[in-house]
């Protein structure tokens, strides 16, 4: 955060029911980045959040999932590996990065061939980002 900002946020944090931040990264990250009290926090694209009281929740949509989310990071791991590309794994989601492959073209060939129709038959649902 810029110089200046946490102080910015927590003087809105007194003034105002509620101030969040959202973000698509994981809830933990964001509160380790953001580390503002008093205000309330949505990681993960709003799948997991925890309340300006300090409250941690995973959305109910989510919850019937995050064991096959475990087991599919499990079951991609060896084969992204392989294909140089790097699996985030943030609890609710799973971010698999190919900027990180010396050969991204090929490894989103792999994730689009392999990988995903992996997910789908997972009920998962794979989106490029």
């Known amino acids: 955060m810029l110089p200046g900002t946490r102080d910015v946020v927590a003087a809105l944090a007194e003034q105002y029911a509620l101030v969040a931040f959202i973000s698509g990264r994981g809830l ?5 980045i953001a580390a503002v009290p008093g205000v309330a926090y949505a990681g993960n694209h709003g799948m997991e959040v925890r309340d300006s009281s300090g409250r941690r929740d995973v959305v109910a949509e989510v919850k019937p999932f995050l064991s096959d989310i475990a087991e599919f990071a499990a079951l991609v791991a060896p084969g992204l590996a392989e294909h140089d590309i790097g699996l985030e794994d943030k609890g609710v989601t799973l971010s698999l990065h190919t900027r990180v492959s010396a050969d991204p073209d090929a490894a989103d060939v792999y994730l689009n061939e392999q990988v995903a129709p992996l997910a789908r038959e ?8």
């Open 28 to 32: 933990s990250d964001l509160e380790r």
């Open 122 to 129: 997972r009920g998962l649902v794979p989106t490029p980002g």
